[in-house]
Structures are given as C-alpha cells and as structure tokens.
C-alpha cells in the first residue's frame, strides 16, 4: 500500500490535477481527485462529468488538470470512459499503443445516482476496464444546492425547502453502492476523505482489476452541508463513526467491513453540526423525524454487518 511519502513523491513527479483551480476552498473534491490521481501510478486518462469539479477546473483559458482530460455532458462520464478504453484495446492490439493506461471516470452524486445511472450500468454489465469515482457531496451543489437522490432524509435543499409543511427532503437516501453491487463487478467500496489511506488502498485494488471497478466516496460541501470550512473531514469523519457512511468494500464477491466503530455517535450529534438540518432541531425537537433517520441507520448497518466479514483496515 502506498505511503504518504510515496504520494507525495508521486505528485513531485507528475502534479496531475491542482494548479488553479476554483473550487472552494476547504472543499471535499480536491482531498478525493488528488488521492485518487496519486494512488495510481500508470498513465491516467480521466473523464469528468458536469458537476463543481468539472466547473471549478477548467475556467477558460486554464485548466487545473495534467493528465488527458475529456469533459463529458452530466449524464455520460460511464459511456465516454468505455469508448476511451475499448479504443485503447483496440490500438493496442494493433500494435499502435503500448504500455499500460488507467482509465478513471469522476462523477458527482447528481451526475452519478441521478441522472448517468444508465450509462454507468451499461459500463459496468459490458465489463470495460475502468474505476468510476462518485464523489458524493449529496445534493446538486454546482448549480444551487438543489436535492438529489443522494440527499438524506431531513436535509434542506433548495428544491425540498423546510417549512410549516415540511421538513426538508422527504425520502431516504438511495444506496447506490448496494445497486453497483448488483452488477457483481470485481470490485465495489464505500470511502471517505476523512479517510484518505483507506482510499488510497481501495484506488489501488479497484485499479488492479481487469473489469471495472466502482467507489463511492463521501466528499463534504461545506457550503450546501453549511458548517465551517475548518470542519470538511471531520464532518466527513463523524458520518464513519454514526454510522451513516459505513467504510467497506466488495472484493471478487467478498464484502468486507473495514471499520467498527468502537463507540459510534448517535446521528443527531452528526446532524446538529450541520446547517442544512437545523430545522430538525429549532424551534422544537422533531423527534419523528431524527428516529426514523437513525432507524434507516441502524437497519443498513445490521444488513451490513450479516452480508460482511469484519476486517478493519484503518
Ligand atoms: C443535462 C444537464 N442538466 C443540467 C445541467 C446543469 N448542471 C450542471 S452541474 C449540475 C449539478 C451537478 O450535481 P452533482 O453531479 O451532484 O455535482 P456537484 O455539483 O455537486 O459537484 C447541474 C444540474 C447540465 N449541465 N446538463
Ligand atoms: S459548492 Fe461545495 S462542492 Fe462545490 S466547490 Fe464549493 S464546497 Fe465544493
Ligand atoms: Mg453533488
């Protein structure tokens, strides 16, 4: 497993994504790109969807990427990948390519849960070989915050506004670890920047394997998630320790859990540093509402833990 010193050495060698760009600063997606780029060391060609982090990175007339880059529209990253990779088989088996290429799909969660499911299934069940990366700040921030099938349970959002008759986002969130998971690829997980060894490690196996390979990572928007921006991964952090945002993994069909936390926090602690569920909380308590968070939690986790083989490695 590659060390900090063996990142860092790599990024000396060959900055793949950084100089310049606009996203926020002490936002989540840099922490999940940089250690995505730098947990691979072949040649990467990365494919963007629409989201913050294709915005943020390539403001005419720069670009905060080293590496071949191909902007795809919000639904296609999956599709434009498998294309790029089924051309490299090809050149290569007539001899005009050689060496070995990574190909690495980015994706926000409205661009990954919602709206380019259908081509992220499609690459996956014709088993090209790329890693898709989610990077699930859990809402549609680029554009305002708007919820998506990401957004939890009780959340604002400015489509789903809390008021005298409502309490935010009205559904729990989909589990669209558990959907890829359905499609029996070699390799599945479940990260977090506030974890960004286990995600270094999870980078390294994913790209090993010679189908396609898919992770999930909880990626913080201090802005839409409103808390301060000195607070990114330890909110990221407490989402690991409620259980919310459970780190595992689903290696050639073996799921493993790679974190238990010892003495986990009750949801509401992790809500109540949030902005985006203060509603919850003022003027008066909605109790409904926290309970049924908290049992949406407390059933993924069991249906985890039968399904796992505790094997912690961070
Ligand atoms: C087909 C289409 N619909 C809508 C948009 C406008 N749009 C651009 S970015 C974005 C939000 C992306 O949300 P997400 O994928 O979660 O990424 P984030 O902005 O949170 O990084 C939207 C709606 C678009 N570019 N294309
Ligand atoms: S709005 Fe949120 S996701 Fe977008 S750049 Fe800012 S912190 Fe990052
Ligand atoms: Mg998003």
Not at 21 to 26: E, F, K
């Amino acid at each position: 497993m590659a060390n900090i010193k063996t990142l860092a050495k790599r990024e000396e060698e060959q900055v793949r994504f950084g100089w310049g760009h606009a996203l926020c600063a002490g936002c989540g997606i840099p922490i999940v790109v940089r250690t995505v780029l730098n947990s691979i060391k072949e040649p990467v060609v990365v494919a963007n969807a629409t989201g913050c982090l294709e915005v943020a990175t390539t403001l005419y007339p720069y670009t905060a990427w080293n590496v071949p880059w191909v902007h795809t529209a919000f639904e296609n990253a999956a599709a434009t990948i498998s294309g790029v990779e089924t051309a490299y088989r090809a050149l290569k088996k007539k001899g005009k390519v050689d060496g070995e290429i990574r190909f690495v799909a980015f994706g926000g969660d409205g661009g990954t849960y919602d709206i380019g499911l259908q081509a992220l299934s499609g690459a996956l069940e014709r088993g090209h070989r790329f890693l898709y990366v989610c990077y699930d700040n859990e809402a549609y921030m680029n554009t305002g915050i708007q919820r998506s099938s990401a957004t939890p349970l009780g959340a604002a959002a400015t489509t789903e506004p809390p008021g005298k008759e409502s309490f935010g986002k009205h559904r729990h969130r989909k589990d669209l670890t558990q959907i890829v998971a359905g499609h029996h690829i070699p390799y599945v997980a479940q990260a977090s920047i506030s974890h960004w060894q286990d995600l270094s490690r999870k980078v390294e196996r994913a790209v090993s394997k010679e189908g396609p390979s898919f992770i999930n990572v909880m990626s913080t928007c201090f802005r839409g998630w409103r808390h301060e921006a000195k607070f990114t991964t330890e909110i990221a952090r407490l989402a690991v320790e409620a259980r919310f945002w459970p780190l595992y993994e689903i290696d050639e069909g073996e799921w493993r859990l790679n974190y238990v936390p010892e003495e986990p926090i009750a949801v509401r602690d992790w809500l109540k540093l949030q902005g985006r569920f203060s509603h919850l909380f003022r003027p008066e308590e909605k109790k409904d509402v926290l309970a049924q968070i908290q049992a949406e939690i407390d059933r993924g986790w069991e249906e985890l833990l039968a399904r796992c083989k505790v094997a912690p490695t961070v």
